[in-house]
């Protein structure tokens, strides 16, 4: 193995590190617990290491959302192929995504509540943003009439969920009727 490539890795190895730190100190404490001081600390390097992998809290923040996203297109595709027909699969999609939001609450905040440095819906968002969104769009594919724009239906369902998860988590929707929302949600969509 040459230098380089050495040195590629451990550096790959060492952003890996500052990413997962920043995330489960994000998950322990919150986003605010989150700086370069104290993820030098925890991950036993100095500040100015951290500064050469990012250029800083909101970089690490984007990092930890493309990662999430990454994670987010994964669970979605498991429950996409495990469910049986066109509303089982909205269904399970629709579980997933709102477990995941409330599950997972700071990077669930990374991803879609805080701003972040990352394009999304342009060909320059990375590809772990597109694949979330594919795994949404290849539910609502079925169910689209002809005409309708399938991307603006797909954002519709999503912002049906990402609100049910907003306003759950902040404790505007009591919790009892989550099922009964994910219901009629599912069955708008699937009744279309």
Sequence with gaps: MSIQTRRER??????????????????????????????AAEIEYSQPVLYSHFKGKDAIMAAVAVQG??????????????????RGALAAVAETYTS????????????FTHLVDLPFATEEAPAPLWDAFTELRLVVEPIAAEGDDLG??????????????TLMRSG??????????????VGHFAGR
């Design 100 to 111: 995941f939001g409330r599950r997972r609450p700071a990077l669930y905040d990374a991803m």
């Design 152 to 165: 603006l239906l797909t954002e519709t369902f999503w912002a049906g969920l990402h609100g049910l998860v």
């Design 69 to 86: 996203c990454a994670d987010l297109a994964t669970e979605l595709r498991r429950a996409r192929t495990a469910a049986r027909g066109t």
């Design 172 to 185: 505007r929707l009591p919790e009892h009727a989550h099922e009964a929302r994910l219901a009629l949600l």
């Design 10 to 39: 451990e550096r790959a190895e060492r952003e890996r590190l500052i990413v997962t730190a920043a995330r489960e100190l994000a998950e322990a404490e919150g986003w605010d617990a989150v700086t370069t001081r104290r993820l």
